[in-house]
């Protein structure tokens, strides 16, 4: 039981206030962002410490939600998702969280922000074409009922930048 307080955090919902990360902990986020698959002795090395003192300041950085997890830079178009788009949605006030759990199940969503200014959410997706996108669009997103609006930016080409490594 205390295992799964501490992965989900404390029973009221809110998370631990953030430890402070100090220079070396700055580098090694640096450079698993760079490579996710760095071993931990490389790691140590490039940051002039122990394995040991590495395996635990990486594990600290997991278990207070600082690393939340390692994957793969993906190329959207080689792999099959070649038509990308950030989608702003209008909603009904104070409807986020039901909105972003219609969101989250999307297919070819990642990536979902509330934000300010003239419209609530904007959403990326990576759809296999237009007329998947458009599927999603008018069939999916406008089918949610606290979506009030919704406009579609289409991307001609992106770049993921690079963290510093």
Do not use: C
Request: hydrophobic share 40%; net charge negative; aromatic share 4%.
């Amino acid at each position: 039981m205390a295992a799964e307080q501490m992965a989900d955090g404390p029973q009221d919902g809110t998370a631990p206030p953030p430890r402070p990360l100090d220079a070396i902990d700055q580098d090694i986020l640096k450079i698993l962002q760079a490579d996710g698959r760095a071993s931990i002795r490389s790691v140590a090395e490039r940051v002039h410490v122990s394995r040991a003192n590495a395996y635990a300041r990486i594990n600290r950085l997991v278990e207070d939600g600082v690393i939340r997890g390692f994957s793969a830079r993906v190329d959207h178009e080689r792999a099959g998702h070649g038509t990308s788009a950030y989608i702003t949605l209008k909603i009904v006030q104070n409807t986020w969280r039901t909105v972003r759990e219609h969101l989250r199940r999307l297919p070819g969503a990642s990536h979902i922000a509330l934000v300010g200014g003239d419209f609530d959410v904007l959403l990326l997706v990576h759809t296999p074409d237009n007329r998947a996108l458009r599927e999603l669009v008018l069939t999916r997103l406008q089918a949610i009922p606290e979506v009030l609006s919704t406009r579609t930016l289409l991307v001609f080409e992106e770049e993921d930048l690079e963290p510093d490594g």
